[in-house]
């Protein structure tokens, strides 16, 4: 049993990989202004716009509930932020669905970054301006404190390559 388990891991591994391989995410977005976008918080209905971040790394995370790749990356997502927020790095969640489902699913849980909704058109195109047209989920972009794009990670992000990554840019810590 054992064995099956570990070679049936192996194989969702290796068809995870190919299937983001063959993604249409488009990279030659890179080292161009990141679209900018204004969406009420989940938390609080306040507004969060793009731009009150501007001089700061911003990673914009792309997630919903109902993607379990998603929540298996929240907490890799609050480890950064709070490793690297003395270091001007913030983190956006961006949530990919109704309100109603995010905050429920939010309920019992105290993000350390704000996170923000919005559903239907806007947000497939707003994926779409980022480099994500299939919208693939996770998904997650990298902004300059310009607000250039930096990088594109889609698929679930590892906390080691975004330390390795964020120590680089910040100056390690």
């Not at 388990?5 to 068809?15: G, M, V």
């Not at 030659?28 to 209905?45: Q, T």
């Not at 301006?129 to 594109?152: C, E, R, T, W």
């Amino acid at each position: 049993m054992k064995k099956y388990i570990q070679s049936f891991s192996l194989f969702l591994l290796l068809f995870s990989a190919v299937n983001l391989q063959a993604l249409d995410i488009d990279y030659s977005l890179l080292n161009k202004p990141a679209p900018i976008f204004e969406f009420a918080k989940l938390s609080d209905n306040e507004v969060l716009k793009l731009s009150d971040y501007k001089g700061k790394l911003v990673l914009i995370n792309f997630w919903a509930s109902w993607c379990g790749p998603c929540r298996a990356e929240i907490p890799t997502l609050e480890n950064l932020q709070e490793e690297y927020q003395a270091k001007n790095f913030r983190v956006i969640g961006v949530a990919v669905e109704s309100k109603e489902d995010a905050q429920a699913f939010l309920k019992d849980k105290k993000l350390n970054y704000p996170s923000v909704y919005s559903e239907g058109e806007g947000i497939k195109e707003l994926l779409k301006k980022y480099g994500n047209p299939d919208q693939v989920l996770p998904f997650s972009v990298l902004l300059s404190p310009k607000q250039d794009i930096m990088a594109i990670y889609p698929g679930i992000i590892s906390k080691n390559k975004m330390q390795r990554v964020l120590n680089r840019l910040l100056g390690g810590i």
